[in-house]
């Protein structure tokens, strides 16, 4: 009988390094420019989420622009709407994500199509009826649908138009996907018809689903815990615990211990656990939807940085301010700056400047101000272009 073989150890060091390779936030440039850099970027990511927060630039285009220093708008314009190398789905959130990774969706499309969404419970068959009959004569936006009844909201984020509502739930179901965004303004088109297909691709099993899962997180995170693959998907870790023994007994991954993290289980890839150093020089300013962020106890343990999220905290009880931004020098969270787009002025406003880490020590702090602020200089023009 094989037995599991003994955990390699890491160091918080080494976990940092690991992960900010797999993000690829340890080079300049590391997809290239263009559409087609959209399309790799979102492609290893495995999704790139979408927020409708615009104090500074939405989250997709600053996660883009993390990776991608030319990235322009209307590179993803082009990858969604004409290229069709990306498209609008749920993964944790709504997302971007890969064209190509469509079949695995699309069990979940039909599992809404056969029972609802809880969500949209209240959407009347004639709303359907009516959006798919306009939807049939061309693609349209909410602004084109006139709804003499308004109804009221069943949650916060909810439309009152039934309308909406009713494309919405034709767009969790797979009829519709978003064929375009101008701003958060979103033109709804027949999925068939945006892709061009005669028949979708074929769905992937569950199986399959639990296997892309596991592939996505290894690719992206390179040391992954249960918790980080199934992120918000708790009923998945069961299946993917069971795939992860597996491919342990065959010797294509291997249990590693963090250090930190007690009795949490990580595992890896032995090709993922090669050294990859970060440039010193490397400056990135991060959303906090960013993949390397938006899962805190894993940024936490990896990174000793409890990022807090406070646009919906009181003013006065806020520490880092509404909109705070980690800076990511080298492989260290170093600051959270709370920043806001005046886009009339035309100048990137300094809400607050918290140092967090290795920027709360004097020695060298002056050296990491110089490097963040030439940073804020180019991300200052990324925010007023367009």
């Given amino acids: 009988m094989s037995r599991t073989p003994k955990p390699l150890p890491l160091t918080t060091t080494q976990a940092r390094q690991i992960w900010l390779h797999a993000q690829r936030l340890d080079e300049r440039s590391p997809f290239g420019e263009g559409a087609q850099a959209v399309a790799d970027a979102v492609a290893h990511l495995g999704y790139v989420q979408i927020d409708t927060i615009n104090v500074i630039e939405r989250c997709h285009h600053h996660i883009l622009f993390s990776r991608i220093p030319s990235y322009s708008r209307a590179d993803l314009r082009q990858a969604q709407s004409t290229d069709k190398s990306v498209f609008e789905y749920w993964t944790h959130a709504l997302s971007y994500v890969p064209a190509s990774d469509f079949r695995f969706f699309l069990p979940a499309m039909r599992e809404?199509?056969?029972?609802?969404?809880?969500?949209?419970?209240s959407v009347k068959p004639a709303d359907t009826?009516?959006?798919?009959?306009l939807l049939r004569a061309g693609p349209l936006t909410i602004r084109d649908i006139d709804d003499d009844v308004l109804v009221e909201k069943e949650h916060l984020w909810q439309s009152r138009k039934p309308s909406k509502r009713a494309l919405q739930l034709a767009f969790y179901t797979g009829a519709v996907t978003i064929s375009e965004r101008q701003g958060m303004l979103k033109t709804y088109e027949l999925m068939a018809r945006h892709f061009?297909?005669?028949?979708?691709?074929?769905?992937?099993?569950?199986?399959?689903?639990?296997?892309y899962l596991l592939d996505r997180a290894l690719r992206s995170q390179g040391v992954v815990s249960l918790d980080s693959i199934c992120h918000l998907d708790a009923p998945r870790k069961k299946p993917v615990a069971r795939l992860i023994a597996s491919r342990v007994r065959r010797g294509e991954l291997v249990p590693v211990t963090?250090?930190?993290?007690?009795?949490?289980?990580?595992?890896?890839?032995?090709?993922?656990?090669?050294?990859?150093?970060?440039?010193?020089?490397?400056?990135?300013i991060l959303s906090p939807f960013d993949p390397l962020i938006i899962q805190r106890k894993r940024t936490n343990l990896i990174f000793g940085y409890n990022h807090l999220f406070e646009a919906y905290v009181p003013k006065a009880k806020r520490k880092f301010g509404y909109f705070a931004l980690p800076v990511l020098v080298g492989d260290e969270i170093v600051a959270a700056l709370d920043l806001k787009t005046d886009r009339q002025a035309k100048k990137l406003l300094m809400q607050k400047w918290t140092w967090i880490g290795q920027g709360k020590?004097?020695?060298?702090?002056?050296?990491?101000?110089?490097?963040?602020?030439?940073?804020?200089?180019?991300?200052?023009?990324?925010?007023?272009?367009?």
């Fill in 258 to 284: 963090i250090e930190g993290a007690g009795k949490q289980e990580h595992w890896a890839s032995l090709a993922a656990l090669e050294p990859h150093e970060v440039s010193p020089d490397l400056v990135h």
């Fill in 196 to 211: 061009g297909w005669d028949r979708p691709p074929k769905p992937a099993s569950a199986r399959e689903i639990t296997a």
């Fill in 129 to 133: 009826r009516k959006v798919m009959r």
């Fill in 112 to 121: 809404h199509r056969r029972e609802g969404h809880k969500w949209f419970a």
């Fill in 361 to 386: 020590k004097t020695a060298g702090r002056r050296e990491l101000k110089r490097k963040i602020e030439e940073e804020l200089d180019r991300f200052e023009r990324f925010q007023l272009a367009e």
